[in-house]
């Protein structure tokens, strides 16, 4: 119900950052933001309404609203940041498959379409069951601070 009343989300122009999530997760403790991991000019963090358990998000620091506004340096972390966020939701959850993709502009259905993020979804075999269709609602079976919590340590661990 938080994500259909619009909580958290900005009410500014897109160009502006104040109040923008995606430029105040990294300014927080990692737990506080829900960031898994943090790299030069990219970081991962967890998605405060996940379609599924693990949904991860990678963003860039910077406020831009398009891929084409990355850097070459930018674009390079982005893609190994998506590739790691794979691995480390395999290997902590054994996901069968990901959907991975951007939503570029409200018009291409970006909830934020001011900050650039990329959605890494676990998918696993039969994860759809009645509830989404019967009850409108998604069942998580783990708090999303356990989840950022095992996502980081196992990051930290494929990294290392």
């Known amino acids: 119900m938080a994500y259909i009343r619009g909580e958290n989300k900005p009410t500014g122009p897109d160009d502006d950052p104040t109040g923008c999530p995606f430029c105040r997760a990294p300014k927080l403790p990692d737990a506080d933001g829900l960031v898994v991991a943090r790299g030069t000019t990219v970081y991962a963090l967890l998605n405060l309404y996940p379609y599924n358990s693990g949904h991860l998000m990678v963003c860039p620091y910077r406020h831009v609203p398009?891929?084409?506004?990355?850097?070459?340096?930018?674009?390079?972390?982005?893609?190994?940041?998506?590739?790691?966020?794979?691995?480390?939701?395999?290997?902590?959850?054994?996901?069968?498959?990901?959907?991975?993709?951007?939503?570029?502009?409200?018009?291409?259905?970006?909830?934020?379409?001011?900050?650039?993020?990329?959605?890494?979804?676990?998918?696993?075999?039969?994860?759809?069951?009645?509830?989404?269709?019967?009850?409108?609602?998604?069942?998580?079976?783990?708090?999303?601070?356990?989840?950022?919590?095992?996502?980081?340590r196992t990051w930290a661990g494929l990294a290392g």
């Open 66 to 152: 398009d891929y084409t506004d990355l850097t070459a340096d930018e674009v390079a972390e982005f893609g190994a940041f998506t590739q790691t966020a794979m691995r480390t939701v395999r290997a902590a959850s054994n996901a069968d498959g990901f959907n991975v993709g951007m939503n570029q502009g409200a018009a291409g259905g970006a909830g934020i379409a001011g900050h650039l993020h990329q959605h890494v979804v676990p998918r696993w075999l039969g994860d759809t069951n009645f509830m989404p269709v019967v009850g409108h609602t998604k069942v998580l079976p783990q708090l999303l601070a356990d989840t950022r919590d095992l996502l980081a």
